[in-house]
């Protein structure tokens, strides 16, 4: 399985950019598609995720500000991200996994967010 991800670039703090990530390969069904985040100096944490039926996961500092969604049949998965903060800025990966036999995780390319105070 391959992630392509687009979108990420330079806001100003109070803006909105949409990631979206799209998936190629073998991915099966029933797997997990998300967007994780890393700034410098932090560790990788999730920002949102959400299964093939719809279940949805956020960071609490995310929400009500981002809203993920997927397009099964094109295996995309999208993250808009609204009222933008400097503290949002870091590196955002795609991910998706399946957690169930065939297991995977698999990582796309990072993409830039900077968010400017």
């Known amino acids: 399985v391959q992630l392509q991800a687009s979108g990420g670039g330079l806001v100003q703090a109070g803006g909105s950019l949409k990631l979206s990530c799209a998936a190629s390969?073998?991915?099966?069904?029933?797997?997990?598609m998300g967007w994780y985040r890393q700034a410098p100096g932090k560790q990788r944490e999730l920002v949102a995720s959400?299964?093939?039926?719809?279940?949805?996961k956020y960071a609490d500092s995310v929400k009500g500000r981002f809203t993920i969604s997927r397009d099964n049949p094109k295996h995309t998965v999208y993250l808009v991200m609204n009222s933008l903060r400097p503290e949002d800025t870091a590196v955002y990966y795609c991910?998706?996994?399946?957690?169930?036999?065939?297991?995977?995780?698999?990582w796309g390319q990072g993409t830039l967010v900077t968010v400017s105070s």
């Open positions: 991910n998706t996994k399946r957690t169930v036999t065939p297991v995977y995780d698999y």
């Open positions: 390969g073998s991915t099966g069904t029933n797997y997990i």
């Open positions: 959400i299964s093939s039926g719809g279940t949805i």
